[in-house]
């Protein structure tokens, strides 16, 4: 079965740092795209960064582009993201997803989008 587990959330200060994982297991790694997205109270949930691992290529969100950064292990089939100077703001439940055919997308895609999601690691940023 596809499974998509992400780690690496928890409580940080304004201003701190994150690196997220995503570990992917049960599919062929490189015939999908992964995705971050988040999704914060009350708000839609929104795309973040796309790796595509056909050609190791990245795709950003324009608005979070400076501070949030994708990357891609192929060989242990997970996915991180690192980010950077976090403002309360940023408080959210962030998700990897996974898209079969995913690379061939140019752009990170809405949610419907991708195929198989993990289950969340909630990141609280405090003020």
């Known amino acids: 079965e596809v499974q998509l587990v992400e780690s690496g959330g928890g409580l940080v200060h304004t201003g701190g740092s994150l690196r997220l994982s995503c570990a992917g297991s049960g599919f062929t790694f490189e015939h999908y795209a992964i995705a971050w997205y988040r999704q914060a109270p009350g708000k839609e949930r929104e795309g973040i960064a796309l790796y595509k691992s056909a050609d190791r290529s990245t795709y950003y969100t324009d608005s979070l582009k400076g501070r949030f950064t994708i990357i891609g292990d192929n060989a242990k089939t997970a996915v991180y993201l690192q980010m950077n100077n976090l403002q309360p703001e940023d408080t959210a439940v962030y998700s990897c997803?996974?898209?079969?055919?995913?690379?061939?997308?140019?752009?990170?895609?809405?949610?419907?989008?991708?195929?198989?999601w993990g289950k969340g690691t909630l990141i609280t940023v405090s003020s």
């Open positions: 997803a996974a898209a079969r055919g995913g690379n061939f997308y140019s752009s990170v895609p809405p949610w419907y989008g991708m195929d198989y």
